[in-house]
Nanobody, 124 residues
């Protein structure tokens, strides 16, 4: 098992940047592929980005490609999401998640553990 705690959310103006962190404890962090998801008011949970156990492979939803970067440091048991050029439509609760196995995934139901989420609000 692994416990996940997000931080770094907040209020930012359009065009600004935020860096979200996800701190992991418990089972070895490097055993899990990781992902970031978000849920805006009145919307379903949406996949944002995923990264492989080693950090070699990653994948993003089209709407954030070129703006967001997912990364990890297994020695620090930490996952990050660097968000640049933020838009009002990026406003959501962002959650990190961990999945067993070596494959990255875009479907939320493939992930086994979830953090509590952190609010990101982008003003226009």
């Amino acid at each position: 098992q692994v416990q996940l705690v997000e931080s770094g959310g907040g209020l930012v103006q359009a065009g600004g940047s935020l860096r979200l962190s996800c701190a992991a404890s418990g089972r070895t962090f490097s055993s899990y592929a990781m992902g970031w998801f978000r849920q805006a008011p009145g919307k379903e949970r949406e996949f944002v980005a995923t990264i492989s156990r080693s950090g070699i492979s990653s994948y993003y939803v089209d709407s954030v490609k070129g703006r967001f970067t997912i990364s990890r440091d297994n020695a620090k048991n930490t996952l990050w999401l660097q968000m640049n050029s933020l838009k009002p439509e990026d406003t959501a609760v962002y959650s990190c998640a961990a999945k067993q196995g070596i494959l990255i995934a875009t479907n939320a139901n493939e992930y086994d553990y979830w953090g509590q989420g952190t609010q990101v609000t982008v003003s226009s």
